[in-house]
C-alpha cells in the first residue's frame, strides 16, 4: 500500500493573550489511489500526471484521497500548553 506519511510536530508558535503557545502539525497518512485500476499512487503529483496522460483514461472522478489523521489527546495538549490549572 502506498501510503504518504506527513509527521507532526511543532512548526512553531504564536502569542496568544500575551503567551507564547506552540502551532503543532499533526502526523497524517494519505493513500491516493484510482478507483477504477485500482492502482495507489505514490504521491498527488503521479496522480495528477496519469490524468493529464492522454494515453489513459483517468479523470479526476476516478482518483480518491483517503486522509488519516492522528489526533492528540488531551493530555498532550495540555502539556505542550504549559497549563497546570486543569
Not at 23 to 28: A, R, W
Not at 53 to 76: C, I, M, R, Y
Request: glycine letters at 8%.
Amino acid at each position: 500500500m502506498a501510503i504518504i506519511k506527513q509527521e507532526g510536530g511543532v512548526i512553531g508558535s504564536t502569542t496568544i493573550n500575551g503567551v507564547e503557545v506552540p502551532i503543532v502539525s499533526v502526523p497524517t497518512e494519505i493513500v491516493i489511489k484510482n478507483l477504477r485500476t485500482n492502482t495507489e499512487y505514490d504521491s498527488e503529483e503521479a496522480a495528477d500526471a496519469d490524468i493529464a496522460d492522454p494515453n489513459t483514461e483517468t479523470t479526476h472522478a476516478d482518483v480518491q484521497k483517503s486522509v488519516k489523521v492522528k489526533v492528540a489527546k488531551l493530555v498532550d495538549i495540555i502539556g505542550l500548553s504549559g497549563r497546570t490549572d486543569g
